[in-house]
């Protein structure tokens, strides 16, 4: 399992505006600056975000986004979850229309680590918030954009 870029770098995105909360309007300018990211690039990531219920948007010339909860209330799962989808290492694991029917799932020897596997990463990703992130080593500003 890979973290895609879209991933990390909604982390990225989100986190700079963590770090703007209650201060304003952060423009996508200063967020793509700041973080060495794409600015064509983070802006389909932030509608992304945006539909999520993640983050707010303005329009216009003083336009830009702001954090839609605290963030105290924005988990790393709840990014890594908009912008990549359900986090399954095998497809079977999957709920709904993107679940893979597999005729063995209920005899696999194997079903049962890769969710244990799952359910740890998500519990990790669950109890990490945005104002952790910020909380962290001051000397260390920016997130993973490579």
Do not use: F
Not at 3 to 20: D, F, I, M, P, W
Not at 85 to 114: N, Q, Y
């Amino acid at each position: 399992m890979k973290l895609s870029t879209k991933g990390r770098y909604s982390v990225t995105a989100l986190y700079e505006l963590a770090q703007h909360y209650g201060k304003g309007i952060v423009p996508l300018k200063t967020i793509a600056v700041s973080q060495g990211l794409s600015e064509n690039y983070l802006e389909q990531l932030m509608g992304t975000m945006r539909k999520a219920g993640l983050v707010t948007s303005t329009r216009g010339a003083q336009g830009g986004y702001e954090l839609a909860r605290a963030p105290e209330d924005i988990t790393i799962c709840d990014i890594i979850t908009a912008a990549e989808g359900p986090i399954a290492l095998v497809d079977c694991l999957l709920e709904g229309e993107k679940a893979a029917h597999c005729a063995r799932a209920s005899e696999c020897v194997t079903r049962g680590i890769w969710e244990k596997v799952c359910d740890s990463i998500n519990d990790v990703l669950a109890s990490i918030t945005l104002a952790d992130l910020c909380k962290g080593d001051g000397r260390k500003r920016m997130g993973c954009a490579g």
